[in-house]
């Protein structure tokens, strides 16, 4: 596909160029769950399990129906609900604190580090009170918040911590720990456009905890030990058989895309520092290290977003010439319309507010060609240049 400038057009995901030379692995898989009449949980869902744990390195990993309900269900189990208080950061999709005010809890934001755009470690003491039930830090982007500090804090509180590890799957943090393995349980999604994706909805809650383990596998089945005996509420937090049958297949190919994307993200970082636009228009790589630290985490990418200023007028001429971008997230979580009763205003949490204006994910795909990302890299560089001309 060509744009009209004669650029080629550059998606933002391309799941078509991911699923497509797997389609036969697919189908056999696919085949394999319609012959055998299972749909729902069965061995398709447990190899699934055993592979995830495996590669996230926890005792056990239970197959739900999505991230959110991955968060939803990790709460429920720890007896999340109305007077209590979650502390989590204003900077993430909707679901982390979605989840939290549907318990009837009340979410608590702490605002981000404004370089990594993970929640602020200093600021989560002050947050704290004793109705604290927990802590949810959000993996951002694919890079692990900054846990040494956060599970100091919530150590010597005993408040438990959940990892909202929906885009960091395979992520490590220093010394090598696993994004979801860190806290008392670590949340994945398979949404099809994250680094693992299904077909469909799907999740998973990770968790050392044998307790955990079996207090969640009982609330995914509405809270029956044996069947049609309800110890108490739970939900339908199934995953399908179809689902892990797709996921067990793409899984095998998770570490080789997850290079891709490291390259990716080095190629760009690279192109953008030689072009000028870092320096001479402030757009800012990401940073895949705390300062405190003088480790690189390692970063699996499931977005590259920089910092831009004139953000939106950017992302409409990139698009103009083919090239998608998106922006996560437009308006952070304490400024949405249905978390007005918290009471909060534009202010209250600048550095999440900041990111919200300037940052731009920009393709990253383990698809993506070298080719491509000049392109992008060049077409940011006119959009600059004219706006200088035009000052
Ligand atoms: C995708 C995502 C979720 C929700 O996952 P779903 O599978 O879409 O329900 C939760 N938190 C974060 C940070 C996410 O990116």
Redesign the pocket.
């Known amino acids: 596909m060509t744009s009209s400038s004669g650029n080629m057009a550059v998606r933002i995901v391309d799941l078509e160029a991911q699923n497509g030379p797997l389609q036969e692995e697919l189908l056999e898989a696919l085949g394999r769950v319609i012959r055998s009449q299972s749909f729902i949980l069965g061995p398709e869902v447990e190899r699934l399990e055993t592979n995830i744990a495996s590669l996230s390195e926890t005792g056990f990993a239970i197959g739900v129906s999505?991230?959110?309900?991955?968060?939803l269900v990790s709460m429920m189990a720890l007896g999340v609900g109305p007077g209590d208080e979650v502390v989590t950061t204003p900077y993430?999709?909707f679901?982390?604190t979605g989840s939290i005010s549907r318990l009837g809890a009340r979410p608590v934001f702490v605002d981000i580090d404004p370089r990594t755009y993970n929640i602020d470690p200093n600021k989560i003491e002050a947050a704290m009170t004793t109705r604290t039930k927990a802590i949810i830090p959000?993996h951002?982007y694919g890079q692990c918040a900054d846990m040494d500090p956060i599970l100091d804090i919530a150590r010597a509180r005993r408040v438990p911590i959940i990892e909202?590890a929906?885009?960091a799957i395979g992520a490590e943090y220093k010394d090598q720990r696993r994004a979801g393995s860190m806290g008392d349980m670590g949340?994945l999604?398979?949404?099809p456009t994250?680094n693992l994706g299904a077909f469909g909805?799907?999740?998973m809650v990770l968790t050392n905890d044998a307790e955990l383990d079996e207090r969640i596998r009982m609330l995914r089945v509405h809270g029956a030990g044996r069947r049609y005996h309800h110890h108490e509420l739970g939900g339908n937090f199934r995953l399908d058989s179809l689902q892990a049958a797709v996921l067990d297949v793409k899984l095998k190919y998770l570490g080789g895309w997850t290079r891709k994307r490291r390259e990716n993200a080095k190629r760009y970082n690279s192109l953008l520092e030689k072009s000028g636009l870092c320096e001479e228009h402030g757009i800012e790589v990401p940073r895949a290290s705390y300062e405190r630290q003088n480790v690189v985490d390692y970063h699996i990418y499931?977005q590259y977003v920089i910092r831009a200023p004139r953000r939106d007028a950017l992302r409409e001429y990139l698009a103009s010439k083919g090239i998608g971008t998106q922006v996560y997230y437009p308006v952070p979580l304490h400024l949405q319309e249905c978390f007005r009763d918290l009471g909060h205003e534009v202010g209250d949490f600048p550095s999440a507010e900041g990111a919200s204006h300037e940052t731009l994910a920009l393709p990253v795909h383990p698809e993506l060609t070298a080719n491509q990302q000049q392109t992008v890299v060049k077409v940011m560089g006119e959009f600059y240049a004219g706006q200088k001309l035009q000052k």
């Open positions: 999505s991230g959110t309900d991955a968060l993430s999709f679901s982390t959000v951002l909202d929906a885009q949340c999604s398979f949404y994250k909805d799907a999740g499931n």
